[in-house]
């Protein structure tokens, strides 16, 4: 979360854990995919989430028509206002997904301008409309949040909210021992283990479950399901091994992290402070690797992330005390946050396609634009086509190893889809109905040929 700055996450998730395992040899998969949460509120010191429980409650996105109306919201006749997750996904409405809720509210603001503010990009989420006793009842938690945070009594004035950085779906690479059934086999010592022997990733840490993008409530699935089901394994794995203290590479692994400390606290007085470096990190990450990503963009910000991490190597402690010194810690923390934001986004920038989370317009499918029967159905069959050679290329887990030159050297593995296999997601594309009805009976076919052979 801190990669960015700002994010709905704890101020204690700096990555440093992963990353140095990272470098340690680990592989870490996926870096690329990270989601964006399209309800969150805007804060100077962190983005605080608005559960996505207020819009599956019937809670209503929206924007005055007229750019920055400076009436109150409730003032504004509701023909003057722009519902336009409803008008745009009329089948789904404000339930769409996050990742769709994301770039539309993204793209409401910056694309159309319609911000409800000038200088701070929100829309309204409004649950005015819903009896104050049945938010209190379903929603009272969050509400007082808002309440508290903002000001502003959420039951009576639209809450104003803006997408924010999330959850990593990447992490360190995991392995798994597959049963007969497809599922895993319970006790394996290979279930959830890095590619580092005896070292475990269980939960946001790793990246097994969650693809390109999580869906909502299943984070916490995950990781609970992780560390029931596969700690007999952990355990299986180190029964009759020597504990790891006694060895002498961990010895000398403390050793290199003790100096490693003491060098930091050492360095001479230099010009920059690590605080002002982890800003500009954060804003660099936040402006191109967010909501929707294009190369040149990519480009730059890798060099960019690399200049910064060079600056860091000689910023200057204002703390160099020995006792409760955070200004080390942070330090360390902001070290930790370069490899992994390289890794970020060397994949993104590689990954010329959109899929879930990573979104770049350059490579986005557009729907059908013929408008004749036949010429439609021909259409839908080469955007078939087209997805086809995607899925090929592209479902793939990227896998990031750390080079020797501080660089990431990044290669693909394929995925396991026997249980369930890939199929267009048409959220709202003009022409879905025919791209679906093309891809039913190709399905159908493959399905058929295979029952004959
Ligand atoms: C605001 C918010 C709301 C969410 N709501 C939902 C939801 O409704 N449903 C859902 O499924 N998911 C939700 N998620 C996601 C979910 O909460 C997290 O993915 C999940 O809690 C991660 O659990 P974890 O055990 O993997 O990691 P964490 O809960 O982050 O635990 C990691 C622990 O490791 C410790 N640690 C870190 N570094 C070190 C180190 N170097 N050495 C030792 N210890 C260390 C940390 O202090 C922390 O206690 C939400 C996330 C946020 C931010």
């Not at 790793?206 to 700690?231: E, T, V």
């Not at 501080?406 to 296999?421: M, Q």
């Given at each position: ?205 790793d990246y097994q479950y969650h693809g390109a993008n999580r869906l909502g409530a299943n984070s916490l699935l995950s990781c609970i399901f992780s560390g029931l089901f596969c700690a007999s394994g952990v355990i299986s794995g180190s029964k009759g091994k020597a504990p790891l203290e006694t060895s002498r590479e961990f010895v000398a692994a403390v050793k290199r992290q003790e100096d490693y400390h003491q060098s930091i606290l050492s360095r001479p007085a230099g010009e920059s402070n690590p605080y002002d470096i982890h800003q500009q990190l954060g804003n660099i990450m936040t402006r191109t690797a967010t909501v929707v990503r294009r190369n040149d963009q990519l480009v730059q910000a890798y060099d960019d ?149």
């Amino acid at each position: 979360g801190l990669l960015y700055g700002r994010s709905t996450m704890s101020m204690i998730c700096t990555g440093s854990a992963v990353s140095r395992a990272y470098k340690a040899g680990g592989k870490y998969a996926n870096a690329e995919f990270i989601q964006v949460h399209p309800t969150a509120v805007p804060g100077a010191d962190k983005l605080r989430l608005m559960s996505e429980s207020a819009r599956g409650e019937g809670g209503r996105v929206w924007v005055p028509r007229k750019p920055q109306d400076a009436r109150d919201p409730k003032d504004i006749p509701v023909d003057e206002r722009y519902y336009f997750l409803e008008e745009r996904y009329p089948e789904y409405g404000n339930l769409v997904p996050r990742d769709i809720a994301t770039r539309e509210i993204f793209d409401i603001c910056t694309t159309d301008g319609l911000s409800v503010e000038k200088d701070r990009l929100c829309v309204y989420l409004d649950l005015t409309h819903i009896p104050r006793e049945t938010l209190d009842r379903k929603l009272g938690g969050i509400l007082e949040i808002y309440e508290k945070f903002q000001g502003v009594d959420p039951r009576v004035a639209p809450m104003k909210i803006f997408p924010a950085v999330h959850y990593s779906m990447g992490g360190l690479w995991v392995d798994y021992e597959k049963s007969e059934t497809g599922g895993l086999v319970e006790g394996s010592p290979r279930n959830q283990q890095t590619n580092i022997h005896g070292l475990y990733a269980i939960g946001e840490c790793d990246y097994q479950y969650h693809g390109a993008n999580r869906l909502g409530a299943n984070s916490l699935l995950s990781c609970i399901f992780s560390g029931l089901f596969c700690a007999s394994g952990v355990i299986s794995g180190s029964k009759g091994k020597a504990p790891l203290e006694t060895s002498r590479e961990f010895v000398a692994a403390v050793k290199r992290q003790e100096d490693y400390h003491q060098s930091i606290l050492s360095r001479p007085a230099g010009e920059s402070n690590p605080y002002d470096i982890h800003q500009q990190l954060g804003n660099i990450m936040t402006r191109t690797a967010t909501v929707v990503r294009r190369n040149d963009q990519l480009v730059q910000a890798y060099d960019d992330v690399c200049q910064l991490e060079n600056v860091w190597q000689n910023c200057s402690l204002s703390d160099t005390g020995n006792w409760t010194n955070q200004n080390v810690v942070f330090t360390k923390a902001v070290g930790d946050m370069f490899p992994i934001a390289k890794l970020l986004l060397k994949g993104a920038l590689l990954r010329d396609e959109c899929r879930g989370a990573h979104y770049k317009p350059d490579f986005a499918m557009p729907g059908i634009a013929a408008t004749e029967p036949e010429e439609q159905r021909a259409e839908a069959e080469r955007w078939c086509d087209r997805f086809e050679a995607n899925t090929r290329k592209w479902l793939k887990s990227t896998i990031g190893v750390h080079g020797d030159d501080g660089h990431p050297v990044i290669t693909y593995e394929d995925v396991d889809t026997t249980l369930i296999p890939p199929r267009p997601r048409l959220y709202g594309l003009v022409g879905g109905e025919v791209i679906e009805q093309v891809w039913k009976e190709r399905t159908e076919k493959v399905t058929e040929a295979a029952s004959v052979g």
